[in-house]
C-alpha cells in the first residue's frame, strides 16, 4: 500500500472548519509536514509538528499526531475559499535527514 | 514567495534527448532537494544534495543525475526523456540537513513528446 494516504477530496462550506486526515508507515518520522499547493504552483509550508509532541497549534491551524496510530490531522479553522488547494501531509523519512514522502494529497473545496 | 527559484517555467522535449532543470536557493541554505510530481501525484523524492555532495537518493535510475554548486545554485539533469518523465520538477532548500523547514520552488513543469 501507500506510505502515506489521505482522502483524495473534501468539501467543506465557507466558515465552517475542515479537516484533512493522513496515515503514514515510517514509525521513525522526526518532523511531519503539512503542505499546502494551488493550481500551477509549487508547496507552500503550512506548519509542522515535531514527533514528540501530540499537537501544535498556529492561528487557524490545528496540527494533532498520534504517533502510536501513525495518524496526522490538519484543522482549519474558518475555512476560506482561498483555502481551496490541495493539502499534502508529509513525514520525513527518519533514515534520510530531509527526505519527505507524500501522498496523493487532499484536494479541498471551500463553497461560498 | 519562498526565495527559492527555478528555470525554465516551461519545457518540452521529445524522447531521447537531455534537459537540465536549475535552481536557486535562498542564501546560506546548504541543502537542496529533488522532487518529481507527476499528474494527480505527490511529489517523489529524487535525491539530496548536501554541500555539493549526494546526500541520499530515491528510486530513480542513474540516468537522473544532479549538481550543486556553492553560489546556491543547482542543477537536475536528466538523460534520454522517456514519456514518464513528463512531470512538475520541485526543488526544495533547507538550511542544513534535516532542518525543520524545506522551502519548495514553483517547479519547472518538463513535457517529453
Known amino acids: 500500500g501507500e506510505d502515506v494516504e489521505q482522502s483524495l477530496f473534501l468539501s467543506v462550506r465557507e466558515g465552517d472548519s475542515s479537516v484533512i486526515n493522513c496515515t503514514y508507515t515510517d514509525s521513525s518520522s522526526t518532523y511531519l509536514y503539512w503542505y499546502k499547493q494551488e493550481p500551477g504552483a509549487g508547496l507552500q509550508l503550512l506548519t509542522y509538528i515535531f514527533s514528540n509532541m501530540d499537537m501544535k497549534q498556529d492561528q487557524r491551524l490545528t496540527v494533532l499526531l498520534n504517533k502510536k496510530d501513525k495518524h496526522l490531522s490538519l484543522r482549519i479553522a474558518d475555512t476560506q475559499t482561498g483555502d481551496s488547494a490541495i493539502y499534502f501531509c508529509a513525514p520525513d523519512r527518519g533514515s534520510t535527514l530531509g527526505r519527505l514522502y507524500f501522498g496523493r494529497g487532499t484536494q479541498l473545496t471551500v463553497w461560498p | 514567495e519562498t526565495g527559492v527559484t527555478q528555470s525554465p517555467t516551461h519545457l518540452i522535449k521529445t524522447r531521447g534527448q537531455q534537459v537540465t532543470l536549475r535552481c536557486s536557493s535562498q542564501?546560506?541554505?546548504?541543502?537542496v532537494s529533488w522532487y518529481q510530481q507527476a499528474l494527480g501525484q505527490g511529489p517523489q523524492f529524487i535525491f539530496q544534495?548536501?554541500?555539493?555532495?549526494?546526500?541520499g537518493r530515491g528510486n530513480f535510475p542513474p540516468r537522473f543525475s544532479g549538481l550543486q554548486f556553492p553560489n546556491y545554485s543547482s542543477e537536475l539533469n536528466v538523460n534520454a526523456l522517456e514519456l514518464d518523465d513528463s512531470a512538475l520538477y520541485l526543488c526544495a532548500s533547507s538550511h542544513d540537513r534535516g532542518d525543520n523547514e524545506q522551502f519548495f520552488g514553483p517547479g519547472t513543469r518538463l513535457t517529453v513528446l
Open positions: 542564501s546560506g541554505h546548504n541543502t
Open positions: 544534495y548536501y554541500r555539493e555532495e549526494e546526500n
